[in-house]
């Protein structure tokens, strides 16, 4: 086990090195950040003097390897947008995006796994109609439209939400159903079928035919071992929580690594691009691992050696 | 059965969940409905304001911001030597008097007893320390302003001179800007910058209380302010990118005042009942931008003054704009020093004569040009371009348009990439006609437009070292005369810009776009 642990996080080195190439070439491309930081009517003068100081003439090479020798210690340079150390700002981010994503996930798990086993169990029927169309309906709404009807709907029309920040629990319950919509839309298709599956075995007729109640065959037999499937699929929604956070943080202004990540690429400013997506990378692994790692806390069938 | 439990408990966390949130909006809605019924209208009961801008400060360093966005913090938080009325005249801040000695000496004598928000006085060292420091330091983007100042002498605590490198007419433009914020240089010294910028400390009616990056700057009341007593208790500026939930905080009352407010919305502002929509003029001036370059189409004068008489300025305000706008033909417009009333307000359109003039330079069977525009730079600005595409279409220009995005465009706009034809915005951060016409120098117009009007370029040095208000005035007249007749540029409006106001705040809007706090007041 202990093994098992070491090896996958020494997988996570050439990964990362992966990442940072990827991200550095692409940001090398995306173009030049001198041009957004100056006014549109500064000269060539200016620009260049501005493009010398933060050493962006030198050759490709030579900016890739001194971003490696930089971040190998930690240090992804200087925010050119706010000129500060890029990796504290995206840290600073984390709680509040944490925030949201837990609860969205939330959001999210309890709508889909009851309407999931619910629809699953009235397979055919109308309910089952209803629960599977909706999550197609769900999955169809893009965030930032669904963001904005919900501000406009339960913000301002009946002013029951705040429209946008962050502070109170009040703020969270837009932005959380928003992002947890589109995740829970999926989840309640995955769980549904996973739940079919499980229902189809042999084991659940035993129960049944032996008079155990039907509820309880449901809940204690057939979810039991729909679980490790649908934390499988739970996990999986964790880049659907990256993507739709950083929609979702924009439309309600919601200070968290997303705003700040769009923000970034819109200013090209590559230091922070570089250290959110780095810090995004290393939460999905060790999301991921942990996954593997409550795996065998519920079933003990399996293990890793 | 663990997980019995566990379901129940967490059915119950949801229904306790909603139950506390929708207990909370009746309140608020029935306290909002209450409010309307007893006054018919909306009123302020506190005195702290809100606004909500497009986007959040990047700095906390008076001397390295060039935005919009960051002086209207750092101008209500720090104090210059001078600074500019609602009217864009410059009045003195700080100075108690001023007198020019020579033709590269100032001498300014301090007000007294002006203290920072720490209790120290505001001294004649301040105020040396903060202009060397940005005369000096070339990595501040206020640096470029401040090239022609050579020297700051103290002569006593309250009095000091400025010594420039030749006679510069712009002086107390420059110390009107947000570069000439006066630093406190005890204070400084002891914390170092990066110490400022946490807890930064100037001598303005308000004082700092913290800045939540891309969520809100606060500020509070300074008691021992030297001037008028401050308005307002607290001003919290706050971020919001996205344009439609900038709208939404200011219905709700979240927000007194939004910035930026996107044509799609203005109905939004202005039906609703409690808000209306201000416009205001803004310095930015659209235009395009023509290459003259040899061997370009547009090097020729016919097909410029064509180009310019295919575009009926009036149309696309009227139409694209929603009237948010004012045809031009120059890039100084009115309330900046120099401008030229003839050249305000004003446009030609003729594409009967447009066609003759195509005909005349031999381009009678039509000629194809690129146009190159942003699109969610400006407001509007795709759909503007698209128009004019239609109107130079009529005369038969075929115009292959080219849309970019934002960053993508300004890219190749600043590597002088652009084509015939390019769509820009350009703004003026002196409020003075010397930073626009700089455009037209043979120096900066290389690679660009290619403009080369030798004698245009010696008006324009000749201007730029010229102390005599009217003469200089007359000399910016001459050039944008010259400039219409030309046409380097093509120019199409002035911008303006639109708020969001609460019917509960007087709010005017000001050239330069800046918001000083104590010039809005509850109704």
Not at chain 2, 9 to 24: E, P, Q, R, T, Y
Request: charged share 25%; with cysteine.
């Amino acid at each position: 086990m202990k093994k098992y642990i070491t090896k996958r996080l020494l997988e996570i080195i050439p990964v990362l090195f992966i990442i940072t190439f990827v991200v550095f070439v692409l940001m090398y491309h995306a173009g030049d950040p001198v041009a957004m930081m100056l006014p549109d009517e500064a000269s060539q003068e200016d620009r260049e003097n501005m493009r010398e100081a933060l050493g962006l003439n030198d050759p490709f090479i030579v900016q890739y390897g001194n971003f490696l020798k930089d971040i190998s210690t930690g240090n992804f340079g200087e925010s050119i947008r706010y000129n500060t150390q890029a990796l504290p700002l995206v840290i600073e981010r984390l709680p509040a995006s944490f925030e949201l994503a837990g609860v969205a996930m939330l959001v999210a798990i309890l709508i889909s796994i009851p309407l999931g086993i619910w629809s699953a169990n009235k397979r055919n029927t109308v309910t089952d109609l209803f629960i599977t169309g909706g999550s197609v309906l769900g999955k169809a709404m893009p965030n930032f439209w669904l963001g904005i009807m919900l501000i406009l709907i339960l913000a301002v029309n009946v002013q029951i939400f705040p429209v946008s920040g962050r502070g109170t629990l009040v703020h969270l319950v837009l932005p959380a159903i928003t992002l947890g919509t589109s995740i829970a839309a999926e989840m309640t298709r995955l769980v549904r079928s996973s739940m079919l599956d499980t229902l189809g075995q042999d084991y659940i007729r035993t129960a049944s035919s032996k008079g155990v109640p039907y509820f309880k065959v449901v809940v204690s037999h057939a979810f039991r071992n729909t679980l490790i499937p649908v934390i499988t699929i739970t996990t999986l929604q964790l880049s659907i929580v990256v993507s739709g956070s950083i929609i979702t943080e924009s439309v309600f202004q919601w200070p968290g690594l997303g705003l700040l990540l769009v923000q970034a690429v819109n200013a090209r400013d590559m230091a922070v691009v570089q250290a959110a997506v780095f810090i995004i990378a290393i939460l999905v692994i060790v999301v991921n691992l942990i996954t593997d790692l409550i795996y065998v806390l519920i079933d003990p069938r399996i293990k890793y050696s | 059965m663990k997980l019995k439990y566990f379901l129940s408990g967490a059915l119950l966390a949801i229904v306790l969940f909603l139950a506390a949130c929708s207990g909370n909006g009746e309140e608020e809605v029935e306290a909002e409905s209450q409010g309307e019924e007893e006054s018919g209208e909306v009123e302020k009961d506190d005195k702290n304001l809100v606004i909500a801008q497009a986007s959040d400060l990047v700095t906390m360093d008076p001397q390295d911001s060039l935005s919009t966005t960051g002086d209207r913090f750092f101008r209500n938080l720090n104090n210059r030597l001078f600074k500019r009325n609602p009217d864009m005249e410059i009045v003195p801040d700080l100075v108690e008097s001023s007198e020019n000695i020579d033709e590269e000496t100032w001498r300014f004598k301090l007000i007294e007893g002006v203290k920072f928000h720490n209790g120290e006085d505001l001294t004649a060292e301040d105020v040396k320390f903060s202009l060397e420091r940005v005369m000096t330091d070339d990595s501040l983007k206020e640096y470029p302003y401040f090239t022609q100042l050579k020297e700051v002498n103290v002569i006593d605590d309250y009095e000091l001179e400025v010594v420039t490198d030749g006679p510069m007419p712009t002086i107390q433009h420059v110390l009107a800007k947000s570069g000439s914020g006066i630093l406190p240089k005890d204070y400084v010294e002891e914390v170092g910058m990066e110490g400022f910028m946490e807890q930064p400390i100037g001598s303005g009616p308000y004082k700092f209380v913290e800045w939540k990056i891309d969520d809100k700057v606060v500020m509070e009341r300074n008691e021992d302010y030297f001037g008028d007593e401050p308005t307002w208790d607290t001003v919290t500026i706050r971020a919001i990118n996205e344009g439609s939930t900038r709208v939404g905080e200011l219905l709700t009352g979240g927000v007194d005042l939004i910035t930026d407010v996107a044509p799609n919305e203005w109905d939004r502002v202005e039906n609703n009942e409690g808000t209306s929509l201000v416009s205001g003029e803004s310095t930015r001036v659209m235009l395009l931008m023509n290459r003259m370059t040899e061997g370009t189409i547009t090097a020729d004068p016919k097909v410029r003054e064509a180009i310019d008489l295919a575009i009926d300025q009036q149309a696309i305000v009227d139409s694209v704009l929603q009237g948010s706008g004012v045809p031009v033909r120059s890039r100084v417009p009115e309330g900046v020093h120099g401008s030229d009333p003839d050249l305000y307000d004003a446009y030609v359109h003729d594409p009967e004569r447009a066609k003759e003039l195509l005909e005349e330079a031999g381009y009678g069977d039509g000629f194809e040009l690129t146009l190159t525009s942003p699109k969610g730079r400006y407001p509007m600005d795709g759909q503007v371009a698209e128009l004019i595409a239609v109107m130079l279409g009529e005369v038969g220009i075929d115009v292959n348009l080219e849309l970019l995005e934002s960053g993508t465009f300004i890219e190749k706009y600043s590597n002088k990439d652009n084509e015939e034809l390019i769509m820009i915005g350009l703004a003026d951060g002196l409020l003075d006609a010397s930073y626009s016409l700089v455009h037209y120098s043979i120096d900066r117009a290389a690679g660009q437009t290619d403009y080369n009007n030798e004698e245009i370029d010696q008006l324009f040095k000749e201007a730029s070292r010229n102390l005599d208000k009217e003469e200089r005035v007359e000399q910016f007249k001459q050039i944008q005369q010259t400039v219409a007749e030309e046409r380097p540029h093509t120019f199409l409006y002035q911008s303006k810009v639109n708020y969001g106001v609460s019917d509960a705040i007087d709010f005017q809007p000001r050239l330069d776009e800046n918001i000083i706090f104590d010039d809005v007041s509850v109704k």
